[in-house]
Structures are given as structure tokens and as C-alpha cells.
């Protein structure tokens, strides 16, 4: 088993759209979760840090489930600039491990 | 003013070839690292250095031998390349190790084709 799996998609919606993605990992001992995006050939920026209480950055929100080992993004009112691979990352064994990412099209 | 920067951007290189790939960070960060993304877009950590310490070292094959100079700098020297060296490799910075909730910053990635 992966120690972080995402479904790899592609997920395609229309501008506006409500899109979510999910993600789960293998160390129950994980401290720190993250979501990262990656536009085609270039480096994975951070998109935001996910905290257990859960925690929104404008359209964006995350959400941690501890028990399920399970963390999601929600993104609403999707724009076309939002077309991109989104990573899911957890820290386990003091490095960060990377899924394969979820990628997204948008289209007008 | 780039924050992370790689030399070379491009590397197409022969099997058995000799190839080195540079690595800069102009942020102050204490620790950096290399990780390799594959085909399938899997992003895997290969190293990482605190302070010019290596501190993690996943398993990388040993034709693989990172170099820090100082602590802005971490430079990627591949021997005897393979095939399987294909690859994009980034390079990332952080401003701690061992406090994962701190960003990394990444580099834009050397894409390394080996013929």
C-alpha cells in the first residue's frame, strides 16, 4: 500500500464548479498534512497546510480526518486558472511524502 | 531574485555518462533537498542536508552523491547514468529540518532525459 494515495483523475469541470479531492495515508503517526499544487512542468508550490480543525484560504478548504486518516480539498467556484495537479503531502518518518497528485482541467 | 534556482534546466546526456546538476537558495534556509519525479509524476525525496549534514539519505543508489559546499548551495553528482535516471529532479529549501510544517520551496526542476 502507498503511504498516500489520491485518486489521479483527471477530474473535468466547468468554470464555477464545486470540485473536491480526497486523500488518504498509511502512518496513523503523521503530524503534518499539507496540499501542494503543480502546474505542468513546474515546481510543486504550497497551496495551504491542513490543520485538524480544518481551515479555508479564500475558495479553498481542507479538512483533516484523523480517525479515517483521510484529508480532502474543497474547492469552490472553480476557475480556468485553477487547472493544475493538486498533491497531497503528509510528513511521515520526519520527511515529507508526496502522492501522486489529482489533476484537475477546468474548462470555460 | 529567484528563491530556489538549478543549473542545468535541460540535461540530455549517453548512458555511462558523468552528469552534475547544481542547486541554489537565496532564502537563508537551513535545510535542502533533492526529490526525484518520475513518468508517472511520482515525487520521491532522494536527500536531504541541514547545515551541510546530510540527515537523510532514502535508499538512493550510491551513483548518486550530493555535495554542500555551504549551506546555500546543494549540488547533485550522478556517475555511470542509466536509463532509469530519466527523470525531473527538484531541488527544495526549508527553513528547518525536523519542523515539518515549514514550507518548502522548490527549484524549477532539471529535467534529465539519459539516451
Known amino acids: 500500500r502507498k503511504e498516500v494515495e489520491q485518486d489521479p483523475g483527471p477530474f473535468n469541470v466547468p468554470e464555477g464548479a464545486t470540485v473536491a479531492f480526497n486523500c488518504t495515508y498509511s502512518n496513523s503517526a503523521s503530524q503534518s498534512f499539507f496540499w501542494y499544487r503543480q502546474d505542468c512542468r513546474k515546481e510543486p508550490k504550497l497551496l495551504m497546510s491542513v490543520y485538524s480543525s480544518g481551515n479555508e484560504d479564500g475558495r479553498f478548504t481542507a479538512q483533516l480526518n484523523r480517525a479515517s486518516q483521510y484529508i480532502s480539498l474543497l474547492i469552490r467556484d472553480s476557475k480556468l486558472s485553477d487547472s493544475a495537479t493538486y498533491l497531497c503531502v503528509v510528513n511521515s518518518f520526519q520527511k515529507l511524502v508526496f502522492g501522486t497528485g489529482t489533476r484537475l482541467l477546468v474548462s470555460p | 531574485d529567484t528563491a530556489v534556482s538549478q543549473t542545468p534546466k535541460y540535461l540530455v546526456t549517453q548512458m555511462g555518462n558523468d552528469k552534475s546538476i547544481k542547486c541554489e537558495q537565496n532564502l537563508g534556509h537551513d535545510t535542502m533537498y533533492w526529490y526525484k519525479q518520475d513518468s508517472k509524476k511520482f515525487l520521491k525525496i532522494m536527500f536531504s542536508y541541514n547545515n551541510k549534514e546530510l540527515i537523510i539519505n532514502e535508499t538512493v543508489p550510491n551513483r548518486f552523491s550530493p555535495k554542500s559546499p555551504d549551506k546555500a548551495h546543494l549540488n547533485l553528482h550522478i556517475n555511470s547514468l542509466e536509463l532509469g535516471d530519466s527523470a525531473v529532479y527538484f531541488c527544495?529549501?526549508?527553513?528547518?529540518?525536523?519542523?515539518?510544517?515549514?514550507?518548502?520551496?522548490f527549484g524549477p526542476g532539471t529535467r534529465l532525459t539519459v539516451l
Open positions: 527544495a529549501s526549508s527553513q528547518e529540518s525536523g519542523v515539518l510544517t515549514d514550507t518548502q520551496y
